[in-house]
């Protein structure tokens, strides 16, 4: 049986590229019309991992997938980069000429806004994904629409790209996790990096005490995201990713993080994705 993983959006959507390049393509993409039926699908044991975009380098982090993360408490086992290219496309035998509306999913659309803004010819809809709206065109046979979506929607739905590379800034990049409820046994050796959370007293200093067990033992801290711990006032969870070349290190960090925390959780413990 093949492995099954829960994706956000339709096949050709960068969370399936993204599968794909972590797993590789002798896999099973289960569709998902949301993030939070990609978690209930693996909570529900009917896939083995979610994958899940977590940040890009334009429009920022996906704040409601760190709820998610707080909620659900599944291992993160690894991570992957992708170089997001954008392109419009359309049903074979259209013209840019014939084209009249513009759909794709939200941040996609914010990162082809100079794009947009020198087109005002074209009215600008959001879809739930980029490949949604490929599929879209595709279905219905819409002959006055374009979607911004990335090529393998082209390929899967049978358009022609007539636009190339049309995001405003080329170096675009979106980061994913992997989730799983069943982490596998790492090899101790190869695993770099590591998604932690915590809390601080609301003190002087206290965030900061916490970072300099992290440098002290040249622990390179690669993210810090904070969230408002639910019904406190002043009160955060602070999510970091940490990267590391000696284990040694990263042990004796967290043995110093953990006298300065509370609620303190290794989300995850996995190889850092140098490749992009
Ligand atoms: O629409 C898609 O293809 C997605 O996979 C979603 C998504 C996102 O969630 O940010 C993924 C990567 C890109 O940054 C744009 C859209």
Redesign the pocket.
Known sequence: MSTKVA???VK???????AYKYFGEAIETVECESFKKTCELLKQGKVDYVVM?IE?S??GS?IPNYALLRDYRFPIVGEVY?H?KLHLMALPGVSLQDIKFIQ??P??LQ?CNDYLEENPQFKVTE??????SAQRVSELQLKDTAAI??QL?AKLYGLEILERRIETNKK?Y?R?LILTDKPEEKVKAKVNKASISFQTGNGVGSLSTVLRCFAEQNINLSKIQSMPVLGKRNEYDFYVDVEWKDQADYDAAIRQVLKHTNNFNIMGEYVKNEKV
């Open positions: 994706i956000q959006g050709g959507s960068f969370h399936e590229e993204a975009a890009n334009i429009a996906l992708l997001i794709s999913h941040i996609a990162q879809a739930e994904d980029t490949a949604a979506a990335p929607a675009n979106t994913f």
